[in-house]
C-alpha cells in the first residue's frame, strides 16, 4: 500500500482544508512522501485565500503510528545521511506547520505515537477522541525524539511530567493531556474530524489578518523579553487597526450583525 497525505476541501466545509495522513495496513505509518506532499499543501494554502483553517487527522479513524520502523531498519543499512535527510524533511513540515498563518487543529482518533504526536503538537489547537492514546515510545526502542516531540513537550508541560512522558515512553490519554491543557477538546470516538471541522468553521469566520498577526505573536511569546513582546504587541495592533478587517469587525459589531471578512 502507498504512504500518502490526503488534501481536499470537503463539501460541507469548503473554507477548511483537510490533510489526511494515509497508509493503510501500518496504521497511517510516515513517510517522507507524506513530509513533502505536507510542506507542498501548506504552501498551497497559504497563497490561497479561501482557506481559512486546516485540519490535520489520520484516515480510518486512527492518526499516526510514528515512524515505520521496518523502514528504520532498512534505513541502517545506508548511509546515516539517508536518515538524517528524511528527519530535516520532518523539520521543514513540522516548521511549516508552526508557520502556517492558518489555524491548525489536529483530530486525534485512535493513537498518536512518535513523530505522530509531534505533528499533533504542531498544530495550534488538538481535538482527540475521548478514548485516544499518546505516547513517544523512542526511549523503548532504544531511539530519541525527532520533529520536535521533546521541544513541544518540554513547552506544553512541567519539566518532570515531560522527562517522563519522553523517558518510560508509555502512553498517555487524552483526557489526560485534556486535564494538563495539551488537549482542547474530546469528542465521542468517531466525532472528532466532525468536532475539528465544525471548529475550523468557526475559526475560518474570523478575521484572517488578525488570525495570522496572534499566531505571530503567539509564536514570538517564548524568545522575547516583555518589553520587546510589549513593543511588537504595539506594533501589531496598530497595523491590524488600519487593516480592513478591523474596519468591518468594529462597524459589524456597532451594528449589532455578523462581521464578513474577505
Not at 520587546?228 to 497595523?239: G, I, M, N
Request: with cysteine; proline share 5%; net charge negative.
Amino acid at each position: 500500500m502507498t504512504a500518502e497525505l490526503l488534501a481536499a476541501r470537503p463539501a460541507e466545509s469548503e473554507a477548511t482544508l483537510v490533510l489526511t495522513l494515509s497508509n493503510p495496513g501500518a496504521r497511517n505509518a510516515l513517510h517522507p512522501d507524506m513530509y513533502a506532499a505536507g510542506i507542498e499543501a501548506l504552501e498551497t494554502a497559504e497563497r490561497d485565500p479561501s482557506v481559512r483553517a486546516i485540519v490535520l487527522t489520520g484516515a480510518d479513524q486512527f492518526f499516526c503510528a510514528g515512524g515505520n520502523l521496518n523502514r528504520l531498519l532498512e534505513n541502517r543499512a545506508k548511509d546515516p545521511s539517508a536518515q538524517a535527510q528524511s528527519i530535516d524533511l520532518l523539520g521543514e513540515w513540522i516548521a511549516a506547520l508552526q508557520a502556517s498563518t492558518k489555524p491548525m487543529i489536529a483530530a486525534v482518533e485512535g493513537a498518536a505515537a512518535g513523530a505522530g504526536f509531534s505533528l499533533a503538537l504542531a498544530c495550534d489547537l488538538i481535538v482527540a477522541a475521548d478514548d485516544a492514546k499518546f505516547v513517544m515510545s523512542y526511549a523503548r526502542v532504544g531511539l530519541t525524539p525527532d520533529g520536535g516531540g521533546s521541544w513541544f513537550l518540554s513547552r506544553a508541560l512541567p519539566r518532570q511530567l515531560a522527562t517522563e512522558v519522553l523517558l518510560e515512553g508509555k502512553p498517555i490519554s487524552a483526557t489526560r493531556l485534556y486535564e494538563l491543557g495539551v488537549v482542547n477538546r474530546l469528542a465521542k470516538p468517531g466525532a472528532v474530524r466532525d468536532a475539528a471541522l465544525t471548529w475550523a468553521d468557526e475559526l475560518g469566520k474570523l478575521s484572517p489578518h488578525a488570525t495570522a498577526r496572534i499566531k505571530t505573536l503567539i509564536g514570538a511569546a517564548g524568545t522575547q523579553s516583555l518589553d520587546a513582546h510589549l513593543a511588537a504587541e504595539r506594533d501589531s495592533f496598530v497595523a491590524a487597526l488600519h487593516h480592513r478587517d478591523a474596519l468591518e469587525g468594529i462597524s459589524a459589531f456597532l451594528e449589532k450583525r455578523p462581521p464578513v471578512y474577505k
